[in-house]
């Protein structure tokens, strides 16, 4: 006789790069967004949220000349025969917004907006391929003043997230800058040296995990990492790679002397002179602000790694100590960044529309505020209310009604189990209190009140109801009227 085919059943598995997120996880990101927002409503910005899906050519970036334009994005054919793709950032969405609504919007328009972003790349450690990002812009905004505000905004998202003046800096820099230097060293400033200056970009972004050494070889011929990529370069002159390397190491502490720096440092090339200009109206605005050099410094290092921003550019970088669960330091570096993009809505209309924002990554931001115990990993458990008699299930849910009602995260037990496996279930969401009651204790119009943060040893050696009856560890009773009374008293403790 033959076997009967087993039924085939899917393997749970997660796709490479992309992550399930705990309520811990959930609930820290959500503090910090909250407190992002906050900040963003009080400088006049407007929320807005555009579809996860766009039009490929309507991202732009990341495309290659081919039929599938798959490299760095998640595309797919729409039934229309267009390809779409997940969006790769919040920002290129925006410009298709204003781009689509410009003659209705008020300019500048501010908006702020947080969603998740998907990049189609190798994933790694800490590196995925779907996470949230929370932005900041101002569309229509030209001049540096508008730049400022950015960093200015910048700071105060750090602050409002908890850290404290010293525990980060947001690092200011102007590509016109290295415009100027890159000229100089024979890379045209023209649509042909696109690619190439967007690979000295990307090459200069990785100083600070691969090193001046590195970074050289990225800009050169290219570099084989340690799993054996390899990555294709630059292929900068050797005085090029030598102008670049110096120019990011031009900077120091007090912004003025970095300015008197990159003075000298571009010479004659209108671009450089244009940039260093505007980091100085920039300097003018934080001075007479009291942003100082303990918020905001001048670095040349930061360059920012796509290609479409055009003038001041900025990270957010904490300098806290933060330590792993084993208490090695750990190094989270940037956590957010932006800067000015005057070309992308231009893409659209054929005219120049100024633009500048801030945008920050939520989970390594709310990562490193918990390593640092500034952010909570999540709100109070609730009051378990316990079924001791399934007939009275709709006493139960009016009791949690009332205790809802009065802001106390309430749960009525709805699983299988008796009273041990109830206060266990309690036990193991952290709840501090526990709510009994049985037909005997409605009819006397009182309800028992565990406390579980008292009793918890105690409840192990509870088998069954009659126990429970005859121990009553750590628990009081209360008249069923005083209910909200006492456990708001008992949760305040």
């Known amino acids: ?65 081919e039929d599938r334009p798959n490299v760095g994005v998640f595309a797919l054919r729409d039934d229309d025969e267009q390809w779409m793709a997940l969006r790769y ?113 990307r090459a200069i972004d990785k100083l600070d995990r691969l090193g001046p050494d590195g970074v050289a070889a990225l800009l050169g011929e290219g570099r084989k990492d340690e799993s054996g990529d390899y990555t294709q370069g630059a292929n ?14 031009a900077s120091a502490n007090d912004r003025m002397e970095t300015l008197a720096t990159l003075e000298k ?70 956590v957010g960044g932006g800067g000015r993009y005057d070309d992308l809505v231009s893409r659209f209309r054929g005219q120049a529309v100024p633009a500048t ?7 390594r931001f709310a990562s490193a505020l918990s390593r640092m115990g500034l952010i909570g990993a999540a709100d109070k458990a609730p009051v378990i209310i316990c079924v001791f008699d399934k007939s009275l299930i709709t006493e139960y849910f009016k009791m949690a009604a009332e205790l809802r009602s009065a802001g106390v995260r309430t749960e009525v037990f709805i699983g299988a189990g008796n009273m041990a496996k109830q206060l266990k279930y309690a036990d193991r969401r952290g ?20 406390d579980l943060a008292l009793g918890a040893e105690m409840a192990k050696a509870i088998t069954d109801n009659k126990e429970w009856r005859e121990t009553q560890p750590a628990q009081s009773t209360a008249k069923r009227e005083d209910l909200v009374t006492v456990v708001k008293g008992m949760l305040a403790d």
């Open 1 to 65: 006789m033959a076997k009967k085919n087993k039924p085939q059943r899917p393997k749970a598995r997660r796709p490479r790069g992309f992550e399930d997120k705990s309520s811990d996880i959930l609930r820290a990101e959500t503090k910090l967004i909250s407190a992002a927002f906050s900040v963003y409503d009080k400088y006049g910005f407007e929320p807005l949220q555009t579809p996860a899906f766009e039009y490929a050519d309507v991202l732009g970036k990341f495309l290659p000349d």
């Open 431 to 450: 709840a501090q209190l526990a709510i009994l009651m049985g037909s005997d204790e409605m009819e006397r119009g009182e309800v028992t009140i565990k």
């Open 236 to 249: 900068l002159s050797t005085d090029g790679i030598k102008a670049v390397l110096g120019f990011t190491t």
């Open 89 to 201: 950032d919040l920002t290129a969405p925006l410009a298709r917004y204003v781009a689509e609504n410009y003659d209705t919007l008020t300019k500048p328009y501010r908006r702020y907006q947080a969603g998740s972003v998907f990049r189609n790349e190798k994933p790694g450690p800490g590196r995925f391929r779907e996470f949230i990002q929370c932005d900041a812009d101002s569309v229509g905004a030209p001049g540096s003043a508008a730049d400022a505000e950015m960093i200015i905004l910048a700071a105060d998202v750090m602050e409002a997230a908890g850290l404290s003046t010293g525990e980060y800096v947001i690092r200011v820099n102007n590509r016109k800058l290295l415009d100027g230097i890159l000229e100089a060293s024979g890379v045209p400033n023209t649509d042909e040296g696109a690619a190439q200056r967007l690979q000295i970009l």
């Open 357 to 363: 924002g801030f945008s920050f990554g939520v989970s």
């Open 265 to 334: 440092l571009v010479g004659s090339s209108s671009q450089g002179q244009a940039g260093v200009l505007e980091l100085k109206h920039i300097n003018d605005i934080l001075d007479a602000c009291g942003y100082g050099p303990d918020k905001v410094i001048f670095d040349t290092s930061i360059v920012r790694g796509l290609g479409y921003y055009t003038g001041p550019v900025f990270e957010a970088e904490l300098l806290a100590e933060i330590k792993d669960k084993k208490g090695r330091p750990v190094r989270i570096g940037s």
